[in-house]
């Protein structure tokens, strides 16, 4: 038996398209930024007394293609290992499901790190962070704490995260403005596949990505917050087109996360620096400098209530220990 807790992390520059959608194999690198707040605790035990994988979710099983999304990693686990075991998940998610806030980034972490642990697998971060690609593209990265590069690779051997910077403290925060934590209707799965093969403007994804890339990590290299949140930004309107562009096309923003845009663009024009990125949900993440903390977040909450926001720093790595 052993348990893993891993971080959600939110990307600043995204992945959005598969070469490989059977080895989780990226049409892109991208680069992220793990966050404090937001996490999956996951437990697994192997038991030769059960007959299929029994997967709880904050107390409620899972079952159809979720639950087979998890049968799939332990497969690939009992695979390796040379267990035949079922196993028993039960996984508490500090974050809300399937609403763009990255749940499956943290909950395959999580899974790859204590099913790896459970079935006596001593894995190096690298091959955990390959290990959690197979559950989920952005779960590669939420190996590592803080500011986390995935390389694209071209097979499984190459495709998985390093991490760039594991210690942040220059001030770099993120607001979660919680516009909608119910189960968006498109996945990200099928939303980037969508893209991928309809959006005439696929294309120049990559492109936009590797010069995003080369951006991000000089200003990080700088600590320059304003640069950093600008290229973040930009990357997810460019994102976001890929959807609205793809046939039929489809978006995940609804009026709320318009109206959080506005606002962020507005603070800007008054002087307060901060910047917007939206993953597959209508909740917006705010990046700013944590000297703008206190403007930035009364100027949100005047609008979204306090509630719904949610404050979040860098995050740490994976953390797995045996029960
Ligand atoms: P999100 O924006 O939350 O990452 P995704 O659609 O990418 O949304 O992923 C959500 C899916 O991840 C869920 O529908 C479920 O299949 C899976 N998931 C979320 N949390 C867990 C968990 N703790 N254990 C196993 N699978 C999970
Ligand atoms: C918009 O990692 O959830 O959050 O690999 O199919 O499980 P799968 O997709 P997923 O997609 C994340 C998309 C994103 C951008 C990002 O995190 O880089």
Request: glycine share 6%; net charge negative; charged share 25%.
């Given at each position: 038996m052993a348990t893993a807790k891993a971080h959600t992390n939110i990307a600043l520059v995204k992945y959005w398209g598969k070469k490989d959608q059977e080895l989780i194999i990226p049409q892109t690198d991208s680069l992220s930024l793990t966050l404090d707040e937001f996490y999956t605790t996951t437990r697994v035990n192997f038991d030769q007394e059960l007959t299929a994988d029994q997967v709880m979710i904050n107390g409620q099983q899972l079952a159809g293609p979720a639950a087979a999304k998890v049968t799939h990693l332990l497969d690939i686990v009992r695979q390796r290992s040379g267990l035949s075991a079922r196993a028993r998940v039960d996984s508490q998610n500090h974050v809300p499901t399937a609403a763009g806030l990255a749940s499956s980034a943290s909950a395959f972490a999580a899974l790859a790190g204590a099913a790896s642990r459970a079935a006596g697998l001593q894995l190096s971060r690298r091959e955990l962070s390959r290990l959690a690609r197979r559950g989920s593209g952005s779960a590669t990265r939420s190996i590592y704490g803080g500011l986390v590069e995935w390389q694209a690779g071209h097979d499984d051997q190459t495709s998985y995260a390093l991490p760039i910077m594991e210690q942040v403290d220059f001030g770099i925060e993120m607001i979660a403005i919680l516009v909608d934590t119910h189960k968006k209707k498109v996945s990200s799965r099928f939303g980037m596949q969508q893209s991928v093969s309809t959006?005439?403007?696929?294309?120049?994804?990559?492109?936009?990505?590797?010069?995003?890339?080369?951006?991000?990590?000089?200003?990080?290299?700088?600590?320059?917050?304003?640069?950093?949140?600008?290229?973040?930004?930009e990357n997810a309107l460019r994102m976001h087109a890929l959807t609205l562009s793809a046939d039929p096309g489809f978006t995940y923003f609804d009026s709320d996360t318009i109206t959080a845009m506005t606002i962020v663009r507005e603070l800007r024009e008054n002087g307060v620096n901060c910047y917007f990125t939206m993953d597959a949900g209508p909740n917006v993440k705010v990046i700013y400098d944590q000297v703008n903390r206190k403007a930035v977040y009364s100027t949100l909450a005047a609008q979204f209530g306090t509630?719904?926001?949610?404050?979040?720093?860098?995050?740490?790595?994976?953390?797995?220990?045996?029960?």
């Open positions: 959006s005439p403007y696929y294309r120049v994804w990559p492109e936009v990505v590797a010069r995003d890339m080369a951006a991000v990590k000089k200003a990080i290299a700088a600590q320059d917050i304003d640069q950093i949140g600008a290229i973040a930004e509630d719904r926001l949610v404050v979040a720093k860098p995050g740490p790595g994976i953390e797995i220990w045996n029960d």
